[in-house]
């Protein structure tokens, strides 16, 4: 029989999928219409599950890459609204990846594996943190949080700086 700070944590858990169906079908989708997201992940599993949830919560498209090299060369030739970052990549480049992203004025989440309470390092530890295997209701609300600070997040041209 699970502990009663167990059933307290899926109780609560309940309760806030609950509240993620509701204001979902309340609003429709919970994304911006025209959003377009970059999600780097290396596990392919994993990305193609963020990508379907992504999708049908309103995202107008989604780019995957696996690795940073596959990361850089997509922000090179697009636009994207947001992005979502594995911070513990294979080949270490994550953080290259976050500058890229910080210089386009691009919103970012970190996953991670290590748990929501994980600290990025330096210059990036106030950028949020999703947990692995992502849970759709944190995802969102965390994406949505993201964007609510950032009006124009989820036009495609919102992560390009501006000209002078």
């Given at each position: ?18 509240e993620?169906?509701?204001l ?59 992005a ?81």
């Amino acid at each position: 029989m699970p502990s009663v700070a167990t059933r307290r944590a899926i109780g609560e858990q309940e309760s806030r999928e609950q509240e993620y169906d509701q204001l979902s079908a309340a609003q429709g989708h919970l994304l911006p219409p025209d959003l377009k997201l970059l999600v780097i992940e290396d596990n392919m599993i994993l990305a193609l599950d963020v990508e379907d949830m992504l999708l049908r919560n309103g995202a107008a498209g989604v780019a995957v890459a696996r690795t940073c090299a596959e990361a850089l060369q997509l922000l090179d030739h697009d636009s994207f609204g947001a992005a979502l970052l594995d911070l513990r990549l294979p080949d270490d480049g994550s953080l290259q990846v976050a500058t890229r992203l910080k210089s386009l004025n691009t919103p970012f989440l970190f996953a991670t594996g290590y748990g929501e309470t994980a600290i990025a390092p330096e210059p990036f530890q106030a950028v949020p943190v999703v947990g692995k295997p992502y849970n759709e209701f944190f995802l969102l609300t965390r994406l949505a949080a993201l964007l609510s600070d950032r009006p124009d997040a989820g036009r495609p041209d919102a992560g390009r700086p501006e000209s002078v």
